[in-house]
């Protein structure tokens, strides 16, 4: 029987992001009103919508959750007197300063458009666009060139975006000093490399009639892989996560629900320096009454662990953000907490699909759904990224920078607006600023969120039992089971972190190349500063057992070299070559 307490996941988050939309109407300008919309062309009926998970029937009465699974479980009854903790639906806590959370979310399936050709459009941002559909900033200098190339300058003249059609290679300098570099190869293959950051080989395959991609992921001497099914949307092609491993519906439901009674949890962060960095941005709670919010709390700090340990081996660590009350506030990772619970859903109705012998909609996972089910969503930046604010200036958001969509964007746009509900300062957006997000930059950060999530669960379930988590009841300890599709996947690049390495280095000469093409000096502030004109021809490449000669010949004398006998250090402005007895054996 439906009950109100399966309205309250969603009316949480609705409420509470509805308040924070009224605050920051209050504080911006009124925006003229837009120009009407064309009519949306008719859509196929939606799929039926994923059911939350069962909650876990074996905990005490107290706590028991409503096993209903047509609308997800609730928490109720329960009484303690945890007094720092966000509580669920309905408990009797003491907390003075707590959001409450209930429930899941539910979530309609839309359909996606037919495909039609992939290629950038200014939609209805009235503004012109870099490659991947993200808005220029007004003053932005849009060049073409006869060779298919193109650069886009900032109105201060330095460049942002350079496109290398010879190469099929794409430049982005980031406002916090970031460097991306995606090159997308004659077999369909793509290579994304930043200094700092995770960078990876995509492969596509072919399962069940369907796209799907294999991502090996290198970063600090580890490979591992993420899996993607694509799907056309608005025109445009996009890749939406597919968990490689999916878990039986009881951990599931464990993992929705709340727990018997709030716990205190040890994370170990210690002395790491990114902890009194970010003390002015983030704080864990002090107890956690369910895993969704241990989740969140596991997201955020490892984004930032991730973010400051980046920015200090770039030497680009900006000053911290001001002390204070943090400003990601308890309202905000409450919002965060619910679309934790919504995604939990969302990949149980996945997993339940799969054990079934059917194909997931990517419709229904990706933001086509979360862009059209009339739902106010939460999102995490899992990367450095530039947007554009509705003045037309540009700033930065960055990991573990949380944004809200309030309100769906037009039927046409390739674009959505979101609020800040939280930033770091300094250069990134301003909090309740609304900022314009490509929607391909969208799906990377609910990929993103979604990664990090099974990321977490994976570590609750080895960690259950441990650290005051409780232990997971016999049928929801079972070890998850890989996906179908993982099977048919292409191994991995055997020499796939070299290849990584090596964009960044071709995108030297790339940008050289390019921009005396169109006239204009390389960047005297990026990472291109100071480098002659690079010679025609294919990049240089490097590989596990050449030589130091070799190398050398290749790449030149490196900035730095640490001699330890039989083990030597070639240290480049934009990779780390180690030599074992003369040969290489590590390349960062």
Known sequence: MFKLSHLRPALALTLALTAFAAHAQNNKKPAAAPPPKPAPAARPAPAARPSAPAGNTSRPANGAPNTNTSHGPTIAGSSNNASHGPTIAGSNNSASHSPTIA???????????????????????????????????????????????SVVTRPNGRPSDVHDARRGMDVHHGLDGSRRVSVTRADHSRIVAMRGRPGFVERPYAFHGHDFARRTYYFHGRAYDRFYRGYDFRGA?????????????????????GWAHPIAYGWGWGPSPWVGYY????????????????????????????????????????????????????????????????????????A?????????????????????DGKPHVFIVGGPLDVVDNAGNECAVSEGDALAMLTPPPADSPVAQLNVLASKGGSECAKSATVNVALADLQEMQNHMRERIDQGLADL????????????????????????????????????????????????????????????????????????????????????????????????????????????????????????????????
């Open 103 to 149: 429930g899941a979310n539910n979530h309609p399936q839309p359909t996606t458009s037919a495909a039609t050709p992939h290629a950038p459009t200014t939609g209805n941002t009235a503004r012109p666009t870099a490659p991947g559909g993200r808005p220029l900033p007004n003053g932005s200098k849009p060049v073409a060139l006869h060779s298919g190339s």
């Open 237 to 257: 092609h996009f890749a939406v996560y597919a968990p490689g491993l999916y878990y039986r519906p009881a951990f599931y439901g464990w993992a929705y629900a």
């Open 279 to 350: 003390g002015g941005y983030f704080s864990p709670y002090a107890v956690y009454p369910g895993p969704a919010f241990w989740l969140t709390d596991y997201m955020i700090s490892t984004d930032l662990a991730e973010q400051y340990q980046a920015m200090a081996d770039a030497n680009t660590l900006p000053p911290p953000p001001p002390s204070g009350a943090p400003m990601l506030s308890e309202q905000d990772k409450q919002m965060i907490a619910a679309e934790v619970r919504n995604e939990i859903a969302l990949e149980n109705t996945e």
């Open 352 to 372: 339940q699909q799969t054990a079934a012998g059917q194909d997931v909609d990517p419709a229904s996972s990706s933001i086509a759904r979360m862009v059209s």
């Open 461 to 588: 379930q080895a960690k259950q039992g441990q650290g005051g988590l409780p232990t997971l009841p016999p049928s929801a300890a079972a070890p998850a089971a890989p996906a179908p599709f993982v099977a048919d996947a292409p191994p991995p690049d055997p020499n796939g972190a070299a290849e990584v390495t090596q964009q960044l280095a071709a995108a030297d000469q790339s940008e050289q190349q390019v921009l005396a093409e169109a006239g204009q000096p390389a960047d005297a502030h990026g990472p291109s500063a100071g480098i002659a004109p690079a010679p025609s021809g294919p990049p240089p490449t490097i590989g596990l057992g050449q030589s130091i000669d070799e190398v050398t010949a290749a790449f030149g004398q490196p900035v730095t070299i640490i001699d330890l006998g039989a083990k030597k250090i070639y240290q480049y402005k934009d990779m780390k070559v180690t030599f074992k007895a003369g040969k290489v054996a590590d390349i960062q």
